[in-house]
């Protein structure tokens, strides 16, 4: 029985360059120049120091431009709330979206319900299963999904036939 799998997984290598290029380019800008800005990646998170919400926002912007050239999607990210720091300082965390969560799961699930397809959907931990009797109903599935709106990038792995 064909099958496939709906994640949300966000290449953390490529995440992990998109946030050396941000820093590589503050380190190097005129208007950063003197400037205690910085930026890092945790396990799924990343931390941004500034100076002053202008600086925040602009190394928000420049993470944004370099995850669009590696092809990573902004909709991973969860912001947080910008927090003053010592010595007058901002900082702010922002969250990577690893997994599909439980309410966005229910949503797929009720949506292809809805459509009354020819194909079951089932919630496995943090991601959906499926399956159909025909490789065309699980394309139509795909196409249903894609045109959805989700709060996350959703990825469509392990295509069985």
Not at 14 to 22: H, I, K, L, R, Y
């Amino acid at each position: 029985m064909p099958s496939f799998d709906i994640v949300c997984e966000t290449d953390m290598q490529e995440m992990d360059n998109a946030v050396n290029q941000t820093h590589k380019e503050i380190t190097t800008r005129f208007d950063f120049k003197g400037s205690n800005s910085s930026i890092e990646l945790g396990d799924n998170e990343i931390l941004i120091k500034a100076d002053d919400d202008y600086k925040l926002a602009t190394i928000c912007e420049i993470l944004r431009a370099k995850m669009t050239r590696r092809n990573l999607e902004a909709k991973c990210l969860e912001y947080g709330e910008a927090e003053n720091a010592s010595g007058g300082s901002k900082r702010q965390k922002i969250t990577i979206k690893q997994g599909i969560s439980q309410e966005l799961a229910k949503k797929i699930v009720k949506h292809i319900k809805e459509e009354k397809m020819k194909v079951q959907a089932s919630i496995q931990g943090d991601e959906v299963r499926v399956s159909g009797k025909k490789r065309d109903d699980l394309q139509e599935a795909i196409a249903l999904i894609k045109g959805m709106d989700a709060d996350r990038p959703l990825k469509f792995t392990n295509f069985r036939d």
